[in-house]
């Protein structure tokens, strides 16, 4: 199967929108690179925003390629109309080369106070003796750690995992936020997705990981666990904000436990009033908001009362 790059060069104002927009389009979501910034000072604390940002996506080249590519001009020609938008630049890519595609904008980062995100073929990077190392090959799964909301969600993971928790990863991607909270110290993880090549490569990065043991990885969807009687002190959910009010309709705060709490992705601040209303009527109560620093991605945290 041969694939579609797409790319564009846009300021940050724009970023948002436009990596919103892909998200519509690309499969497994969208990848976000920094340019200007050489790939050694990516983990480093003082590196200033950038100016210009590369968001990338990719399309399955198919009988359906030239109207996903026409659908997705017109729609930024239509939102040109509020704010200059680049033309997007589309070049095809083989199966074969979609992992090496990938890995050409993929960079370690350094998150919150412990987690430490380098890809999984970059061996050669200096760490510190309480980092939470956390190596990845996102395959054809989306995943990276480079995307701001996945960001979010690990910093938010950092601050809210307890020793032993039960963790929900709807929506698992690579497993990154899998790993994650099994190397902060939840006692299992159930990581789902629609995708079975997610399903696959959240395995074998469990593997890869040392967590294999804590991490199910198995495709399904909110419908796998809200008809059974199982619940979790944690959820993660980074998808998209009109798929997490979606549902919220199908009673997504029933899967956290009363007391438990949840982490919701993939949103930006303008979507983040409605995902909280929706959340509200869920029986989940918003508590916070982690916004991107010089952006507008956004990651809610919220909380299901305990019974009283």
Not at 155 to 162: R, S, T
Not at 233 to 259: E, F, K, S, T, Y
Not at 265 to 279: H, M, N, R, Y
Not at 282 to 299: A, H, N
Request: charged share 25%.
């Amino acid at each position: 199967m041969r694939w579609i790059e797409v790319s564009m060069s846009v300021d940050g104002e724009a970023a948002e929108a436009v990596s919103d927009l892909l998200q519509e389009y690309g499969y497994q979501g969208v990848a976000i690179e920094q340019e200007g910034i050489m790939p050694e000072a990516w983990d480093e604390d003082n590196v200033p925003p950038a100016t210009r940002l590369t968001v990338r996506a990719y399309l399955p080249e198919d009988e359906q390629a030239p109207e996903q590519m026409k659908r997705l001009e017109d729609a930024l020609g239509h939102m040109s109309l509020m704010y200059p938008m680049p033309k997007p630049a589309f070049y095809p890519v083989d199966d074969k080369d979609w992992a090496e595609a990938w890995k050409a904008h993929y960079h370690p980062v350094r998150l919150g106070n412990r987690l430490f995100i380098r890809p999984l073929w970059i061996t050669d990077v200096e760490t510190k003796p309480d980092d939470v190392v956390i190596a990845l090959d996102p395959g054809m799964a989306f995943g990276t750690g480079t995307h701001p909301s996945t960001q979010l969600c690990l910093q938010a993971l950092e601050d809210l995992i307890q020793p032993g928790a039960s963790v929900l990863d709807l929506g698992s991607g690579s497993g990154i936020l899998a790993i994650a909270a099994a190397k902060l110290g939840a006692a299992h993880i159930l990581a789902l997705d629609i995708d079975p090549i997610a399903v696959r490569v959240t395995e074998e990065n469990a593997e890869q990981n040392g967590v294999a043991d804590k991490i199910t990885s198995m495709q399904g969807s909110l419908e796998t666990v809200i008809t059974v009687p199982r619940r979790f002190d944690l959820a993660l959910v980074n998808i998209l904000a009109r798929i997490i009010i979606q549902m919220c309709d199908n009673h997504l705060g029933d899967v956290v436990r009363p007391g438990g709490k949840a982490v919701f992705g993939g949103l930006t601040l303008e979507q983040a009033d409605d995902v909280e209303a929706a959340l509200r009527k869920t029986g989940l109560t918003p508590t916070k908001r982690r916004v991107q620093p010089d952006g507008d991605w956004v990651v809610i945290e919220a909380v299901r009362p305990p019974v009283e």
